[in-house]
């Protein structure tokens, strides 16, 4: 009724508003569909099998208007939902049964989806999509021979020549992981071309390179848990699920309950399906070690946990890292998602093993810690019994962490603050693993509070570890110091300052300092003057001592008296060493001063790494905000690389644009002259881009040859004493060297020659070179 009056109504004016109602249909229809695919599977009053069956019959009544449209949606959903991946099967197939055509455009779909995915590098999503197609088979959507077929060529792709391992990989796990969900159909009917096919997994999983191990596991030790390689300890899962006649107790099978539907449906063949072929584009998905910090005797009381090589524990933890890949943006809801309840140990297992993978977790770090206050609040009763038994296990094993997933420990950090009851870290040396990692977070609490409040609420006995007061080092404000070369000017350099002075007057004063690098009878003029740098820069960063602010205004003021200062490159090297001097008790200053002279190009990347691994640094080299400043150097210099190279490439693109026009405008001319300003500015980028580019390499040179003159002299120092080389220096200094590869790796990679050539050379002590083997065996 109410749609004829608006027709009614709408009579004076053309019917343009009936006419806006018309088009504005099939969009709102479109969105409810895909809001119905999304949805089903979740929480509801309804059964499971009642809500497929009554969207089946609701998708099989739109088909023949919008059936392009349910097939993106389903395709699109196998790919980024893969948690609910039995029930969109079960959708799929209970679709097939009422349509067969389009059972077979929805295989065809995926087939080409999962090819397009592979041709972009888009690896874990086509991993989703094998499992998807697989599990059809158990819908009785595909037949089992094609299935068995195209593992058939995933596992052939072991034997081709001169192609890396991690490929070979890839197809290996994309087959063994869909194992849990087909297997046991797969084998039932095609019990001869599986065992071959186990076999062939078998062999090549023995003659398998794991160099790269060491380089990816969190724990150095196996003890209390083996930390074993992702496809090793698949294959014991697989070889454990067959032993059990491919019995498996945890994946929700919907389609069982219309097996007598779905039993009568026609099946399809898969396409014909040959991996693609490896080319210089290809990025395959980097190996992995399986983390593992709790077994079934960690928990007595709750769940029976599933042991490491069940199946089982497979799937729980594939399911929940699905969870998390899906929601992570959703904190508040996610947790209450599939089966993030089920179990308190293996989800902290999971998340754990996302936050401490290599080189890089997945999601931002703070992500997980709200995640895990989340499902705190969920389960009061459990979860935070179970996460302070987690961070007290990590904190105990402490001495056998990498280094880079000690950064990342934020749990095990809050652990800490709230339990200083660790008086076992104040028998220790300093230096060892547990009091250093308590003075670190204390250091880094202080970046969210201040000095006096770490001090008040940390026990008495741990003021060994408490972090210094993070004043300015000023050494000409004290009278004491009135014989300091220097001292007069300082005093000069303060009045003028304060009474804000021009560059011009800055220099001026400065011009009296003698140079203690230059001989009386040396008149080459202005040169480097370490103790020009010293006054100026120790004045000024004392002046403007009262904030971050005040800082970067006087970086900022005097930029000029800077530059022309930290010229030459031992200019540039003596600002640092003179900020350190000034701000050594305040590492979060020192931090930002080095982030923002940087970016003013006050100094250089380069110079921040020689810094980092000169003689002066060689007190605070373990300590965490070092190693911050490096990685931020690099980052730094790699978006500097890639700006440059986008530049470029748009520009390039905009000179194919002007020449696509020309091919249909007669005036040639006009066109030459178009084109020549763009040439010459293709032509300026192309020379920023490879300056820019030499001197990332000569970056990466300085750090990895510093790194190895520092590993070197002590394994020497060592050999020569008689003393054990797996000091925890060491165990520090060679795993951050191992972080520098991995947390790079995209552009170490690129020189990779340059590297092997000149640096990680035969003759190079084999306990450096082992780093490289193993970065090399990442990617190889």
């Not at 007598?260 to 584009?281: G, K, M």
């Not at 530049?647 to 000179?655: D, G, Q, S």
């Amino acid at each position: 009724m109410s749609r004829r009056r608006h027709s009614d109504d709408s009579d004076d004016s053309d019917g343009q508003p009936h006419k806006r109602r018309r088009t504005s249909e099939p969009s709102e229809i479109e969105e409810r569909l895909e809001s119905l695919i999304c949805r089903v599977g979740e929480k509801s009053n309804s059964s499971l099998e009642s809500n497929l069956e009554g969207l089946a019959g609701v998708l099989e009544a739109d088909l023949p208007n919008y059936k392009s449209k349910i097939l993106r949606i389903l395709c699109t959903v196998a790919r980024l939902l893969p948690e609910k991946l039995t029930v969109y099967t079960t959708l799929v197939g209970l679709l097939n049964a009422r349509n067969y055509n389009f059972g077979g455009e929805f295989v065809e779909a995926m087939i080409r989806q999962l090819k397009e995915c592979l041709k972009v590098n888009m690896y874990n999503e086509a991993v989703h999509l094998v499992r998807f197609l697989s599990d059809l088979v158990n819908c009785h959507v595909i037949a089992a021979p094609s299935m068995v077929a195209m593992f058939e060529n995933f596992v052939s792709v072991t034997q081709e020549e001169d192609v890396p391992q991690v490929r070979c990989d890839w197809y290996m796990f994309a087959f063994l992981s869909s194992l849990p969900w087909v297997g046991k159909e797969l084998y039932e009917k095609k019990d001869a071309e599986m065992d071959r096919l186990l076999s062939q997994t078998e062999s090549y999983l023995k003659r398998r390179q794991k160099i790269h191990v060491p380089m990816l596991q969190v724990w150095t030790a196996d003890k209390p848990h083996p930390q074993e390689e992702y496809l090793d300890c698949l294959w014991s899962q697989i070889q454990k699920l067959k032993k059990d006649r491919w019995q498996e107790r945890h994946i929700l099978r919907p389609y069982l309950a219309f097996d007598s539907i779905l039993c009568e449906a026609l099946q399809h063949n898969l396409p014909p399906f040959t991996p693609p072929p490896h080319t210089e584009d290809s990025v395959y998905p980097m190996p992995r070690v399986i983390f593992r910090m709790f077994d079934y005797t960690d928990d007595p009381e709750g769940p029976v946990m599933p042991g490491s090589h069940s199946v089982e524990r497979f799937v729980i933890e594939e399911n929940l890292h699905c969870i998390i890949k899906s929601h992570w943006k959703e904190r508040k809801t996610w947790p209450t998602s599939g089966c993030a309840l089920i179990l308190c140990l293996p989800l902290l297992q999971v998340i754990f093993a996302e936050l401490f993978q290599l080189p890089s977790p997945p999601h931002i770090e703070v992500m997980y810690t709200t995640l895990l206050i989340e499902l705190c609040k969920l389960q009061p009763g459990s979860l935070p019994q179970v996460l302070a038994q987690a961070t007290e296990m990590l904190y105990m094993r402490l001495d056998t962490m990498n280094t880079t997933c000690v950064d990342r420990n934020s749990f095990t950090k809050n652990y800490c603050i709230l339990s200083f009851d660790r008086s076992d870290c104040l028998t220790q040396d300093l230096e060892k693993p547990k009091p250093k990692f308590v003075r670190e977070v204390l250091e880094k609490c202080m970046r969210l509070s201040y000095h006096q409040r770490i001090i008040d609420i940390v026990p008495a006995s741990f003021s060994v570890l408490s972090p210094a007061n993070p004043v300015c080092i000023y050494k000409y404000g004290d009278e004491s110091n009135r014989s300091l070369p220097g001292y007069t000017v300082a005093l000069c350099l303060t009045i003028a300052i304060k009474n804000k002075a021009s560059n011009d007057e800055i220099f001026s004063i400065l011009k009296d300092v003698p140079n203690p690098n230059q001989d009386d009878d040396d008149d080459e003029g202005f040169t480097f003057n370490p103790l020009k740098i010293e006054v100026f820069v120790q004045t000024l960063l004392h002046l403007a001592a009262k904030s971050f602010s005040h800082s970067f205004s006087a970086l900022a003021k005097f930029h000029e008296v800077f530059k022309t200062l930290a010229e030459s490159d031992e200019g540039k090297l003596h600002v640092l060493r003179v900020v350190y001097e000034v701000w050594k008790n305040h590492p979060q200053m020192i931090a930002v001063l080095v982030d923002k002279m940087i970016r003013t190009q006050i100094v250089d990347c380069a110079a921040v790494a020689n810094w980092i691994f000169s003689s002066e640094l060689a007190h605070d080299f373990t300590r965490f905000y070092i190693w911050e400043i490096l990685h931020s150097t690099i980052r730094k210099m790699n978006k500097h690389v890639l700006k440059i190279h986008k530049e470029l490439e748009e520009t390039k693109a905009r000179l194919a644009r002007q020449h696509k026009r020309r091919d249909s405008d007669d005036d040639d001319r006009s066109s030459d002259r178009e084109d020549g300003p763009l040439e010459e500015q293709i032509e300026r980028l192309q020379e920023k881009v490879e300056s820019a580019q030499s001197e990332q390499k000569n970056l990466f040179l300085v750090i990895f040859q510093r790194f190895i003159m520092l590993l070197t002299e002590h394994l020497v120092r060592c050999e020569t004493g008689g003393i054990d080389v797996f000091t925890p220096w060491y165990k520090s200094c060679i795993e951050r060297l191992q972080q520098i590869f991995l947390q790079h790796h995209q552009i170490i990679q690129q020189y990779m020659v340059t590297l092997e050539n000149l640096l990680f050379t035969a003759e190079l002590d084999h306990h450096i070179l082992a780093v490289f083997q193993q970065f090399c065996a990442l990617q190889a």
